[in-house]
């Protein structure tokens, strides 16, 4: 089975939902609304023999509606091909259907993805922060979080607990030299603090080089 006819198959079983199969060098996309998400897991699972979810992934799409996008990489051992599927969420109700149900790996991929985005995931066995810690009130792999971080309470479990701070990056590989392409040229995204975002997003050509 070719992943262009699983995705046929998929919309023919579960109809409205589901939108037509987009191939870009290749690869397969499907596009499924959040409420037909499990349902199509396991269809292509239990029938199309995609066996193996590779990968569950957030995506900020900062500055587009809707913000935030859920991508599922599916895999089938049988017939040695690959397909995706994507949930888009806006960032007012940000929460899928767990699909933890279908593929077990689906847990810890799906807590990364809560713990950096603040994607929700419903039914999820143990939703709780896998590399940050509980109650750190960010998301760090957001658009519009600044590279030198933000300011946070430590919890009063770690050593010498206190808070922590933003730590500029002069010197790093973000900074640009005389002559150099600046900052927000070559990475638009990243800022040292939250004071020169914002100084930047008002300013954008202030101080940069020609």
Request: charged share 25%.
């Amino acid at each position: 089975m070719t992943p262009q006819a699983a995705a046929q198959q998929l919309k023919e079983q579960l109809g409205e939902g589901v939108g037509e199969a987009a191939e870009f060098r290749g690869e397969v996309t499907v596009v499924v609304g959040r409420e037909k998400i499990a349902a199509a897991c396991r269809y292509l699972k239990d029938t199309c023999g995609f066996d193996m979810l590779t990968d569950l992934s957030g995506v900020d799409n900062y500055g587009e509606e809707p913000r935030f996008t859920v991508a599922y990489h599916l895999y089938s051992l049988t017939h040695l091909c690959s397909l995706r599927l994507k949930v888009h969420l806006s960032e007012e109700d940000l929460l899928v259907d767990s699909v933890t149900g279908v593929w077990r790996t689906a847990d810890w991929h799906e807590r990364e993805a809560y713990d950096m985005f603040g994607i929700r995931f419903a039914g999820h066995p143990n939703l709780k922060r896998i590399l940050m810690w509980e109650g750190y009130p960010h998301h760090p792999l957001r658009k519009d979080f600044p590279l030198a971080g933000l300011p946070a309470e430590l919890p009063a479990t770690a050593d010498g607990a206190g808070r922590v701070e933003t730590a500029a990056m002069l010197g790093g590989p973000f900074f640009s030299g005389p002559g150099q392409r600046g900052t927000v040229a070559r990475e638009p995204r990243q800022y040292d603090t939250p004071a020169e975002q914002a100084e930047k997003l008002a300013h954008p050509n202030k101080g940069e080089a020609v």
